[in-house]
């Protein structure tokens, strides 16, 4: 038998051990020692309050610190997620806001891009399309270099094109970044 160390994410061989076949024998000092090199105790010790993987993550105790730990986090409060992977950034949400006396949507981010944003989208929020009469469509607008905290978008009636001015909108964003 081969008894082997995991350090620092590579198996490494630490000894060779031949254990005699006997029909009738009690583990003895041998395979109690085997055990030991191994790491076996310390393996059960720490199996005993371990995730399990057929409850599918539900077992998590804080869930939310965990989702932050992999770069993910949520308000369902708020409507929004945030995906970090590597240096980029992914937002999206929901906004509910009154548009400027320019017809712009200003969106406060649920996080800072420290750079920029690459890209930005607003769709409208509305519940049912079959029964609105005016439509809006969302163009976003640059906002310049970072730290970011807001997006604009600006808004405007698809059938005349006008400027939606001091008006309470309701839109789903995503923006993009680093």
Do not use: H, W
């Amino acid at each position: 038998m081969i008894i082997c160390s995991f350090i620092d994410g590579v198996i490494r061989p630490a000894k060779v051990v031949f254990i005699p076949q006997r029909a009738e024998r009690a583990p003895g000092k041998d395979e109690r020692r085997i055990i030991l090199k191994v790491g076996l105790v310390d393996t059960v010790t720490k199996a005993a309050g371990a995730m399990q993987k057929t409850a599918n993550g539900s077992d998590i105790a804080n869930a939310t610190s965990f989702l932050g730990n992999l770069g993910i986090s949520f308000n369902a409060g708020s409507g929004y997620v945030i995906l970090k992977i590597g240096p980029f950034i992914l937002a999206c949400g929901n906004a509910n806001a009154t548009t400027t006396s320019d017809g712009n949507l200003n969106v406060t981010l649920p996080t800072s891009f420290p750079n920029t944003v690459m890209f930005s989208d607003a769709t409208q929020a509305n519940s049912s399309y079959a029964t609105d009469t005016n439509p809006i469509i969302y163009s976003p607008y640059a906002i310049g270099s970072g730290p970011i905290t807001a997006a604009g978008f600006a808004a405007r009636n698809s059938k005349t094109g006008a400027p939606l001015v001091n008006t309470v909108v309701a839109a789903r964003y995503l923006v993009i970044g680093f």
